[in-house]
Nanobody, 115 residues
Framework: QVQLVESGGGLVQTGGSLRLSCAASGNIFSITALGWYRQTPGKQRELVAT???????NYAASVKGRFTISSDNPKKSVTLQMNMLELEDTAVYYC?????????WGRGTQVTVSS
């Protein structure tokens, strides 16, 4: 089992910045990647960014150049720096752990971008 606890999020105006953090605990040695997904009502959860245990990063096309995923230890924690936020970035953001036994999710944190 892996537990994920998110922090950050909130309300920001367009063009502003927010930082999300996620801390993993439990069987962290099984983690192969940590990342962020987001979901809006009526839509499927979608990839935002991931970072693998070897440091490899993957971004959704819609956030490339604006968001940065980073980690001091991709088996323990992950941070998502979000800059130049747009109205379309409004969503619940979920931390995700990809492990050799399946995926785990945090409870989610709301990000709201207003005009």
């Amino acid at each position: 089992q892996v537990q994920l606890v998110e922090s950050g999020g909130g309300l920001v105006q367009t063009g502003g910045s927010l930082r999300l953090s996620c801390a993993a605990s439990g069987n962290i040695f099984s983690i192969t990647a940590l990342g962020w997904y987001r979901q809006t009502p009526g839509k499927q959860r979608e990839l935002v960014a991931t970072i693998a245990s070897n440091g490899g990063r993957n971004y959704a096309a819609s956030v490339k150049g604006r968001f940065t995923i980073s980690s001091d230890n991709p088996k323990k924690s992950v941070t998502l720096q979000m800059n130049m936020l747009e109205l379309e970035d409004t969503a619940v953001y979920y931390c995700n752990a990809d492990t050799d036994r399946g995926w785990y999710w945090g409870r989610g944190t709301q990000v709201t971008v207003s005009s």
